[in-house]
């Protein structure tokens, strides 16, 4: 297992349940123990809707990506590294978990392309992850802890969805095994009928969920994300609920747990 690369994507609420928090803190140090390195990309859709219910700016979602107006992306700046970020490294270290905080923004991590700015405004897409300070933490097994954002070529920050960071990171470090904590237990056939739940899907079944249009919301970023870390050098990618007791180093053992089992398979 040595030199292994496991990327984790946590939600924003995280930091609101002191047992997600806690349940994070112990899988981290469980594949620590197993020689396994860790990236964190978190989001932070609670704070975000905090701060624009506070400052009366409009909060609205196109097919699970938020809208990023330019008032938006100064509250995503707050919200996202200001709030989350620091809170999450905080957690960590009080874990004895070492970690330091980072954006896209920082050491051009994350360089990005607006996906639709008539229709999304300052939202981007991953076009190129700058590795060299992530690999510079994991060598000295500290966490880096990212937030969504990026530059452009003119150095706009635009807001990203965690789950693409994620799985860009992801591909771009040849990471084992990439996983999407979530407030459900993964991808419903037929959402929200709990036993509908699929426990493992082929890159190529979600190829035709998406062009057909039979994917909802905030699900759509998520198999999307997935899709394209299998698709590259990425092993197997996993959506989990993070409100369970989850063990993720039983997924580098290829052990089976809770959750959507994202594979490369073949056309069926």
């Known amino acids: ?57 409009e909060s609205k979602f196109i097919n699970g990506i938020r809208v990023t107006s330019a008032a938006t992306i100064e509250l995503c700046y707050m919200a996202l590294i200001g709030i989350n970020n620091t809170k999450i490294v905080q957690q960590l270290n009080k874990c004895s978990i070492d970690a330091v905080g980072l954006s896209g923004l920082d050491s051009g991590l994350l360089n990005a392309e607006y996906l639709d700015f008539n229709n999304l405004g300052y939202v981007g897409k991953i076009t190129h992850v700058n ?38 990171i992801a591909a771009k470090l040849n990471a084992d095994t990439l996983v999407l904590l979530s407030d459900i237990d993964g991808y419903y056939k037929n959402y929200p009928d709990k036993t509908s739940l699929v426990k493992t899907i082929t890159i190529h079944e979600i190829k035709n969920l998406l062009t057909r249009n039979e994917v909802i919301d905030g699900m759509i970023p998520k198999l999307q994300a997935c899709y394209e870390a299998v698709n590259t050098s990425v092993n197997n ?25 994202v594979i490369k398979g073949t056309p069926s």
Do not use: R
């Open 131 to 168: 590795s060299t300070i992530l690999n510079i933490l994991l060598k000295n097994n500290i966490v880096p802890v990212i937030a969504p954002l990026a530059f452009d070529n003119n150095y706009n920050a635009l807001n990203i969805n965690a789950d693409m960071v994620a799985s860009s």
């Open 1 to 57: 297992m040595n030199n292994k690369i496991i990327v984790i994507k946590c939600g924003g609420s995280i930091m609101n349940s002191i047992t997600e928090t806690n349940t994070l803190c112990k899988n981290i140090m469980q594949l620590h123990k197993n020689n396994i390195k860790v990236i964190l990309v978190h989001g932070g859709g609670p704070e975000i809707n905090k701060l624009t219910k506070l400052h009366s700016v």
């Open 237 to 261: 990618a996993y959506i989990i609920n993070a409100n369970h007791n989850y063990h993720l180093d039983k997924l580098i053992q290829n052990e089976e747990i809770l959750g959507t089992k």
